[in-house]
């Protein structure tokens, strides 16, 4: 495992700022909000894809679409690695955050007594993990389903 990518470090960096600021400022993040996450979201981001991510991206790709690194050219629009880093990202990015949010808001507000660490792991353990069947369950074949019968562009406002 090599922690220096600077393809990963670049994209996460670019990333994490832009779609944040694309989808939270026009939904109420304040500019100072969005500055404030910036780094935490692109630390996290890069940590994950560089540590987890790449690997297993590479795996997915040669298992279930036969990709041979090395062998194989990637043309065009489609690449197998990139599928499996975006499908995995957009799963594992939710969750983490939602863990880590939630389960502090658990153990602060919702348990008497002082904050114990361990127990906020747990929680947020499990937080994420509810995420991640939510995510796998629910939005796969509802993200599917949109696509098939073309209802984004139906829910378009003119």
Do not use: Q
Not at 66 to 91: H, Q, T
């Amino acid at each position: 495992m090599n922690l220096w990518n600077p393809i990963t470090f670049f994209v996460s960096f670019i990333m994490s700022g832009a779609v944040a600021f694309i989808f939270g400022i026009p939904n109420g993040l304040s500019v100072e909000m969005w500055f404030y996450m910036w780094p935490v979201r692109w630390l996290v981001a890069y940590l994950m894809v560089v540590t987890f991510v790449d690997d297993t991206s590479f795996k997915l790709a040669m298992k279930v679409f036969g990709f041979r690194p090395g062998i194989d050219s990637i043309d065009g629009l489609w690449n197998p690695i990139a599928f499996f880093m975006s499908f995995m990202m957009s799963m594992l990015m939710p969750a983490i955050f939602n863990g880590i949010i939630i389960g502090w808001e658990i153990e602060a507000f919702f348990v008497d007594g002082p904050f114990h660490f361990t127990h906020f792991l747990l929680e947020a353990a499990l937080v994420a993990a509810g995420e991640l069947v939510v995510v796998l369950v629910c939005g796969t074949p509802l993200a599917v389903l949109i696509e098939k019968k073309g209802l984004l562009e139906k829910m378009k406002l003119k």
